[in-house]
């Protein structure tokens, strides 16, 4: 079943306002997803008719509200293929799920001198926390290449991994938009003796999701870039990994019991959900799974990749090599996120220019500085597409890209 865009876009209450005049035409998904009113009437609903705090109170409503909690992750595991619900974990947002990782699993892991692998073109929120490691307890990263056109250079993977403890990489560049090949990555890796943990912040909004398919350990991802609310991310981990790590954050219902000389840490998942979760932000993000799954998760990329192949068609003709478009040319091999630098003209510059078209693009580093530097930028104006894009909206894109080119006049 192909995407029915027109009545994709009707779901979403903000495509209907207007921004300088003009239609809001939203292509910057890639840090944010708008969402659609299933998903907002799902949290108002909880809000009106369900809420208390969950896992404590032995009423009717905290019933209820704990059932639409873990209701909320159930749905998560069965869309990610999860073989159990008690290996998905709720946090704050991908980034909190990978500083989990790294301090959680580094600290108990990880020694000085101690190697981690990633790559070139990870988002800040996997590699900052492994920084931090580094200078704390002096471990050391090493790093897989790039080729210019933003693909992953695996000819020298079984020497970098060699005596690797952790390999952490990106599922899909939120700048390039590469699908990274994750599998066989996580087989070297494993063969290698490593961990794997794959960022999939911008894997599992756009594509069929199996994290045993990924045969990684741990998989983070967050809800506002998957049509969720904000304040809710995941991790996914392996049960007897997840079981052999100490919890991450202290607190409530991280724990069974507590005396004055220690604590008991709670089961899976709860052992690593300290104080009051993001109840409303999972139930949220249930119906946004729902809304998903409805949709299809094949038809959402057959959608993207044919949405992303039109968007190359489109600028490639109109701009020639006055626009560089960062990332693999072969649409089927990467996702919808469009990087784009227009000769001569900060990406700032157009981006302001497109908003005044109505136009939602992001412009800078896109947290990924090396990943600037490697591409000898130092900030670009990035396009991303979803289920509510059409042609006409890449359309507008052109032309409002026609129109920064000519107010800025090359
Ligand atoms: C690849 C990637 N990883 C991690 C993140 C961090 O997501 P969050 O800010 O929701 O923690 C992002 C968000 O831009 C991302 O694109």
């Known amino acids: 079943m192909s995407l029915d865009v027109a009545a994709v876009k009707k779901d979403f209450p903000i495509l209907e ?52 909690y873990e209701g909320a992750r159930a749905k998560v595991a069965r869309f990610i293929g999860a073989p159990s619900h008690r290996e998905v ?24 001198g101690d190697s981690v692998l990633l790559t070139e073109m990870e988002h800040h929120a996997n590699l900052v926390p492994w920084l931090m490691l580094a200078d704390q ?16 250079v695996l000819d020298d993977l079984d020497r970098l991994v060699d005596g690797v403890k952790m390999v952490s990489l990106t599922a899909m560049s939120n700048v ?8 066989r990555i996580a087989d070297v890796a494993h063969a290698a003796g490593a961990m794997v943990t794959v960022d999939a912040s911008q894997f599992v909004p756009h594509l069929p999701t199996s994290v045993t398919e990924f045969g990684a350990d741990f998989v983070a991802f967050t809800g506002h870039k998957m049509l969720g609310p904000t304040g809710v991310g995941v991790l996914w981990g392996r ?6 790590m100490p919890p991450f954050l202290g607190g409530g219902d991280m724990i069974t019991d507590v005396r004055l000389d220690g604590f008991t840490a709670n ?21 946004a799974v729902d809304y998903l799954e409805g949709l299809g998760m094949e038809a959402v990329r057959e959608h993207e990749v044919s949405l992303t192949a039109y968007t190359l068609r489109t600028l490639t003709e109109r701009f020639g090599d006055r626009l560089v478009i ?29 908003d005044q078209h109505g136009i939602c693009v992001r412009a800078g580093h896109h947290c990924a500085k090396p990943l600037m530097r490697r591409l000898g930028v130092n900030a670009t104006a990035r396009a991303s597409v979803y289920v509510y894009n059409d042609e006409a909206d890449i359309d507008a894109l052109a032309d409002g890209l026609d129109a920064a080119a000519d107010f800025f006049a090359f």
């Open 17 to 68: 306002r207007q921004v300088h005049d003009r239609r809001l035409v939203f292509l910057d998904s890639a840090a944010s997803s708008q969402k659609p009113i299933q998903v907002i009437e799902a949290m108002s609903l909880y809000y009106e008719h369900t809420h208390a705090n969950v896992h404590r109170g032995v009423y009717t409503l905290a019933e209820e509200a704990t059932a639409a």
């Open 89 to 112: 974990l709720f946090s704050k947002n991908a980034t909190e799920s990978l500083n989990l990782v790294a301090n959680a699993w580094g600290r108990t892991n990880l020694k000085a």
């Open 137 to 152: 307890i002096g471990i050391e990263l090493r790093y897989l290449p790039i080729t210019d056109d933003g693909q992953l």
């Open 176 to 183: 390039l938009g590469t699908l990274n090949p994750v599998r």
């Open 239 to 244: 049960t007897d990994v997840l079981d052999a």
């Open 267 to 287: 089961e899976l998942p709860w052992k690593f959900e300290a104080g009051t979760p993001p109840i409303a932000e999972a139930v949220g993000l249930g119906a």
């Open 326 to 354: 960062h990332g693999p040319s072969e649409p089927a091999s990467r996702g919808g996120v469009l990087s784009l630098d227009l000769a001569d003209v900060h990406p700032h510059d157009v981006s302001q220019v497109l």
